[in-house]
């Protein structure tokens, strides 16, 4: 995501598409919704285009399949739903918060998540509808080489609503050229999904492997309520932490006051804001 390395197609359409999903979610806030609400229809809309790494528009496994991975949290109740591998769902943000609110569970994955989304009636589609041209040729040019730095446009959404609730929402399709089966942070509560009232709201994307050892998400979160940090203060220490180790990526986060945050160690972001009456701002690259 550098300048140079991005043509202007993708520019353009990357930045219309976080645009949408700042318009659709802040609406929700703006009308007196939940953050829950809004993170998950910020989510659905970043889903539904294919410019971005989730729903349409996934990367591809080795096996030339889609696996989608997806996960919600409500700060409030710390009440979760999250899904791994699943091949059918056209949102999987919303499949993950069903799991959260019509099961005994936390995490679905496989078929056992495809199956409860049918139940649920979560709304499914063939799987060539997640393939584009561009997924398939990145696929190509991998030639069946996997590389865990390798990483394209996992969404998420944090927000805080007008009671002060907060709320996290990721999904993604993983790495282009993962082996089938592989799950990375995104769907993992306290990897790369995790919301907290005492502490903030943070979705992240990158390098899985690494965000996973780390527990990115928590660690931010539990510096905030521990260390009395600001938000920005623990998602740069976080970020630090586990580009050390060799992990590259993002967080955005929120906190329980509404003070925005997000860092990354990656030439740029997809990224965006709205916050109160002020002019959304949208974001690419690290010098915006």
């Given at each position: 995501?550098?300048?140079?390395?991005?043509?202007?197609?993708?520019?353009?359409a990357a930045r219309a598409g976080l645009a949408a999903a700042l318009r659709v979610g802040g609406g929700i806030l703006q009308a007196g919704g939940a953050a829950l609400d809004a993170v998950e229809a910020a989510v659905r809309v970043l889903e539904d285009d294919p410019a971005f790494n989730a729903g349409r528009g996934a990367v591809f496994?080795?096996?030339?399949?889609?696996?989608?991975?997806?996960?919600?949290?409500?700060?409030?109740?710390?009440?979760?739903?999250?899904?791994?591998?699943?091949?059918?769902?056209?949102n999987p943000v919303s499949l993950a918060r069903?799991?959260?609110?019509?099961?005994?569970?936390?995490?679905?994955?496989?078929?056992g998540a495809d199956d409860f989304a049918r139940q649920q009636g979560v709304e499914q589609v063939d799987p060539s509808y997640f393939s584009t041209e561009q997924r398939?040729?990145?696929?190509?040019?991998?030639?069946?080489?996997?590389?865990?730095?390798?990483?394209?446009?996992?969404?998420?959404?944090?927000?805080?609503?007008?009671?002060?609730?907060?709320?996290?929402?990721?999904?993604?399709?993983?790495?282009?050229?993962?082996r089938p089966g592989r799950v990375g942070d995104t769907p993992v509560i306290g990897a790369g999904t995790y919301a907290d009232d005492r502490?903030?709201?943070?979705?992240?994307?990158?390098?899985?492997?690494?965000?996973?050892?780390?527990g990115v998400a928590h660690e931010i979160c539990a510096r905030v309520r521990l260390l009395?940090?600001?938000v920005q203060a623990a998602a740069d220490a976080v970020q630090a932490e586990t580009?050390?180790?060799?992990?590259?990526?993002?967080?955005?986060?929120?906190?329980?006051?509404?003070?925005?945050?997000?860092?990354?160690t990656t030439p740029g972001m997809y990224r965006g804001l709205l916050r109160d009456c002020n002019a959304p701002v949208v974001a690419i690259y690290g010098d915006e």
């Open positions: 995501m550098a300048r140079g390395r991005t043509s202007d197609d993708e520019d353009k496994t080795t096996a030339g399949t889609h696996e989608l991975d997806a996960a919600i949290m409500d700060g409030a109740t710390r009440c979760a739903g999250a899904v791994a591998g699943v091949t059918r769902t056209r069903a799991v959260m609110r019509g099961s005994k569970h936390v995490m679905l994955v496989g078929s398939r040729a990145q696929l190509e040019r991998m030639h069946g080489r996997f590389d865990s730095g390798v990483k394209f446009g996992t969404v998420g959404a944090v927000a805080r609503d007008i009671t002060g609730r907060l709320a996290a929402a990721t999904s993604t399709g993983g790495l282009t050229g993962k502490a903030c709201a943070v979705s992240a994307t990158g390098s899985g492997e690494y965000y996973l050892r780390v009395g940090e600001t580009h050390a180790l060799g992990g590259d990526g993002g967080v955005i986060v929120v906190a329980p006051d509404g003070t925005p945050a997000w860092s990354f």
